[in-house]
């Protein structure tokens, strides 16, 4: 599976969007963009995930750029309970192949 | 969406002995489950791939002897640390494949002492 270069932390105002980056410059053409995150002493909670088209669910919006080297993830109105690590992770869908969790990024959402 | 469970969500035991733990998929059946282990600050590592009815694959440098995987069901697979020591303290996660898509438990947390 392609590496995946995350910031190791940001911060967020509380009702403001918070921007995820993350970079995967060795993706191929059959991997798709996962984005998991998990809460302090939870088990990671799936968020979204995408192929080349931008996605939107209840939880956020994923942009993957046209050239698929990275993307961003989008949370639209950050609440303090988003207060989390995000990992975003490439794989290929539909196989079974095993999740390999990078460094991910702490995001604080400040009140 | 799918539920995956681990039980017990917290243990202690002493170095030396051996601890279980169990991943459960509620909702569904998974031919495939994973093991991951995270300490402290870190991101999980994956430990090994477990296949209903088939042994398990281990990641480089994870002791098969030590971490014993069993899959007997489509719903159950088992994380037993044998001969326990504090260096296993550690938060160890299942997931569950469905499909496409995987689910993660919620932790179970290990101390030893």
């Known amino acids: 599976d392609a590496k995946t270069t995350q910031p190791p932390s940001m911060d967020c105002a509380e009702g403001r969007a918070a921007n995820l980056p993350c970079n995967h410059s060795t993706i191929s053409g059959n991997e798709y963009v996962y984005w998991y995150r998990q809460i302090h002493s939870q088990g990671p909670q799936y968020i979204i995930h995408g192929l080349k088209n931008n996605e939107t669910n209840e939880m956020a919006s994923l942009i993957i750029t046209e050239d698929r080297k990275s993307s961003t993830l989008i949370l639209p109105h950050a609440t303090l309970r988003d207060t989390a690590v995000y990992y975003c992770?490439?794989?290929?869908?539909?196989?079974?192949?095993?999740?390999?969790f990078g460094t991910g990024t702490s995001l604080t959402v400040i009140p | 969406g799918a539920v995956v469970s681990q039980h017990p969500s917290w243990v202690i035991c002493k170095s030396g002995t051996s601890v279980k733990i169990e991943c459960r998929s509620l909702d569904f059946q998974a031919t495939t489950m994973f093991w991951y282990r995270q300490f402290p600050k870190q991101s999980l590592m994956l430990m090994a791939t477990?296949?209903?009815?088939?042994?398990?694959?281990?990641e480089q440098g994870v002791e098969k002897d030590k971490f014993l995987i069993n899959h007997a069901s489509l719903t159950l697979s088992t994380l037993t640390v044998t001969s326990a020591h504090p260096e296993d303290s550690s938060f160890y996660i299942c997931?569950?494949?469905?499909?496409?898509?995987?689910?993660f438990g919620p932790g179970t947390r290990l101390t030893v002492t």
């Open positions: 997931s569950a494949r469905d499909s496409d898509e995987q689910y």
């Open positions: 477990s296949n209903e009815g088939s042994k398990a694959t281990y």
């Open positions: 992770i490439v794989r290929v869908a539909g196989t079974g192949n095993q999740f390999y």
